[in-house]
């Protein structure tokens, strides 16, 4: 069993930044992907970002790209997000999520694990 617990989210204008954290528990942390996905009002849970367990290979959704940063401290059991440049369409609820699969892993369903989520507003 994996618990996830976010952090950092807040509300910040267009154009700023924020770090979003992901505490996990267990042992095993190093062993899971983890992902980094977001929910906007009436829309559907979209990807963001994820890295796999070894750290080698991360993967950004395109409305992102260039902008979020995905980093994990395995020492520390967390993942993070660092968000510059952000935009009103960025408001969202971001939730990291952890999965031992290796396959699929910009799909929702893929991950097994969900924290609770932290609100993101950005103001225009």
């Known amino acids: 069993q994996v618990q996830l617990v976010e952090s950092g989210g807040g509300l910040v204008q267009a154009g700023g930044s924020l770090r979003l954290s992901c505490a996990a528990s267990?042992?095993?942390?190093?062993?899971?992907?983890m992902g980094w996905f977001r929910q906007a009002p009436g829309k559907e849970r979209e990807f963001v970002a994820v890295?796999?367990?070894?750290?080698?290979?991360?993967y950004y959704a395109n409305s992102v790209k260039g902008r979020f940063t995905i980093s994990r401290d395995n020492a520390k059991n967390t993942v993070y997000l660092q968000m510059t440049a952000l935009k009103s369409d960025d408001t969202a609820v971001y939730y990291c999520?952890?999965?031992?699969?290796?396959?699929?892993?910009?799909?929702?369903?893929?991950?097994?694990?969900w924290g609770q989520g932290t609100q993101v507003t950005v103001s225009s």
């Open positions: 267990g042992r095993t942390f190093s062993t899971y992907t």
């Open positions: 890295m796999r367990r070894s750290g080698l290979g991360t």
């Open positions: 999520a952890a999965t031992s699969s290796g396959i699929s892993i910009l799909t929702t369903t893929t991950y097994n694990y």
